[in-house]
């Protein structure tokens, strides 16, 4: 049985040994055309990531008026920005959804109504991304939004309620930013990807940092108090909610890995985990 037949059937997930959990920083879209620093750590991580059963991405582009979940069987790859290179607009990433997985999750988190939405496919937050991990695009993948009108504490206890995938061979990534301004980018030179920055972005991206490595998701989830620049650092949360998902997985006793920990073009961050990989 292939991995396209096996997202039909939801009976057919075996229980598995906890699979690891992602939070990856995503930055330009241009990622996904370009060999860089941050495109050839995702695909080393990908080789190294035990073959899921599943993947569930919880992006930052996709917020929505309470939660849904996709549940095409042939998701749409979403070109949802605008200003780029004709190259990147012809991208796909054909994976197929899983609708079976996503009625699953519907079943799992009583407490909260999730809707089914079969027109949404995987934005640039999941297949940029993907596309390197899983270049394959063989996998099922399916997307969980974010519920905009809820604060950070409740996507944390969402985030607790979805590690039931773990445990279903389903590997989480949760895409976005920690650290992420647009309105104050300023690039050094010629290389968008160069290191530069704030003196408050290099700040608090190492408070993050500490912070998730001490296992202080309560500090994490009151993200304001962190500095006194934290709304400079995180102006909306929609790219800083995805991490909170991701950390809300981990297991007391597991690990944490961070790569790509890097500042750019001034006011946005790179810096990525993975928990038990």
Request: hydrophobic letters at 35%; a negative charge; aromatic letters at 10%.
């Amino acid at each position: 049985m292939t991995l396209k037949d096996l997202h039909n059937n939801i009976s057919l997930f075996e229980d598995t040994i906890p699979m690891p959990v992602m939070f990856i920083g995503h930055g330009s879209p241009m990622n996904a055309i370009e060999d860089n620093e941050f495109s050839r750590e995702w695909s080393s991580i990908g080789r190294s990531l035990p073959t899921p059963q599943a993947i569930v991405c919880i992006s930052a582009h996709w917020e929505t008026k309470g939660t849904s979940v996709t549940t095409s069987k042939h998701p749409q790859t979403i070109h949802d920005f605008y200003g780029f290179p004709r190259e990147l607009y012809k991208e796909e990433y054909p994976a197929p959804g899983s609708p079976e997985l996503a009625k699953a999750v519907i079943k799992n988190i009583q407490d909260i109504p999730i809707s089914e939405d079969n027109k949404w496919g995987l934005d640039h937050g999941a297949w940029s991304i993907l596309k390197y991990t899983h270049p394959k695009a063989d996998i099922p993948v399916i997307q969980i939004s974010l519920d905009h009108n809820k604060d950070a504490e409740w996507h944390y206890q969402l985030g607790r309620e979805l590690a039931f995938l773990r445990t279903k061979g389903v590997l989480v990534v949760g895409s976005g930013n920690t650290v992420h301004n647009l309105r104050m980018m300023r690039v050094a030179g010629d290389d968008f990807n160069a290191e530069y920055g704030y003196d408050w972005a290099f700040e608090i991206n190492d408070i993050i940092k500490r912070k998730i490595k001490d296992g202080d998701s309560k500090s994490l989830i009151d993200y304001p108090s962190l500095h006194k620049d934290a709304r400079l650092a995180v102006p909306t949360p929609e790219h800083y909610i995805p991490m909170l998902y991701a950390l809300a997985m981990k297991k007391p006793d597991e690990e944490i890995k961070i790569f790509n920990d890097k500042v750019i073009a001034g006011s946005l961050n790179m810096t990525s985990f993975i928990i038990g990989g």
